[in-house]
């Protein structure tokens, strides 16, 4: 787990780490990018970045959940499932250079991972789909899967689509967690 200190020095390390290794990604494969190479482009030394990171999956989840926590903050201020679906994809695609260097370097998993770990964080639940007693985790492994489904094709796709579409896809496909009628 990357570290969580909050001292200015830590945080500028960090952001300084993350910031090398998406310009390394922009030139070569993630799974060839080096630590040396971070640090080198970071301008650190070996001993900094191990302070910060374990290892260099931990930057893209350091950078995933700093941008989860962004879109809490700034995005995610409506109680609408609609609104709330309509700014999540609005606000990928606004992340879409991030989001296809992931694609292309065969790293969706990572985004896919934190979205269903924050999904509860990302989308008001009850407001989606009435839950009941007991079935909460599948309904929440639902919404997380078609969330992340509709995503990983989104971006494959090279985002051909608007947000409005998938948007509209997104509340097509849970419409279906309504209770039934009876």
Do not use: H
């Given at each position: 787990?990357?570290?969580?200190?909050?001292?200015?020095?830590?945080?500028?390390?960090?952001?300084?780490?993350?910031?090398?290794?998406?310009?390394?990604?922009?030139?070569?494969p993630y799974?060839?990018?080096t630590?040396?190479?971070?640090?080198?482009?970071?301008?650190?030394?070996?001993?900094?970045f191990?302070?910060?990171?374990?290892?260099?999956?931990?930057?893209?989840?350091?950078?995933?959940?700093g941008?989860?926590?962004?879109?809490?903050?700034?995005?995610?201020?409506?109680?609408?499932?609609?609104?709330?679906?309509?700014?999540?994809?609005?606000?990928?695609?606004?992340?879409?250079?991030?989001?296809?260097?992931?694609?292309?370097?065969?790293?969706?998993?990572?985004?896919?991972?934190?979205?269903?770990?924050?999904?509860?964080?990302?989308?008001?639940?009850?407001?989606?789909?009435?839950?009941?007693?007991?079935?909460e985790?599948?309904?929440?492994?639902?919404?997380?899967?078609?969330?992340?489904?509709?995503?990983?094709?989104?971006?494959?796709?090279?985002?051909?689509?608007?947000?409005?579409?998938?948007?509209?896809?997104?509340?097509?496909?849970?419409?279906?967690?309504?209770?039934?009628?009876?």
């Amino acid at each position: 787990m990357y570290a969580t200190n909050d001292n200015l020095q830590a945080i500028a390390s960090r952001n300084m780490i993350k910031d090398a290794l998406i310009t390394l990604m922009k030139q070569y494969p993630y799974k060839d990018i080096t630590i040396t190479q971070i640090c080198q482009e970071a301008q650190i030394v070996r001993q900094t970045f191990y302070r910060n990171f374990e290892a260099k999956d931990e930057i893209l989840i350091f950078l995933l959940d700093g941008m989860i926590r962004l879109y809490y903050t700034d995005y995610r201020n409506e109680n609408n499932a609609y609104i709330q679906l309509m700014n999540f994809f609005t606000f990928m695609l606004i992340n879409r250079e991030l989001l296809l260097l992931l694609s292309k370097n065969n790293l969706l998993f990572l985004i896919d991972k934190t979205i269903t770990s924050n999904i509860t964080v990302l989308f008001e639940i009850r407001q989606i789909s009435e839950i009941e007693e007991g079935t909460e985790k599948y309904v929440i492994g639902f919404i997380a899967s078609t969330v992340c489904s509709l995503l990983s094709i989104w971006i494959n796709e090279g985002f051909a689509e608007t947000p409005e579409t998938i948007c509209k896809l997104a509340q097509i496909f849970l419409s279906g967690l309504s209770a039934p009628n009876r």
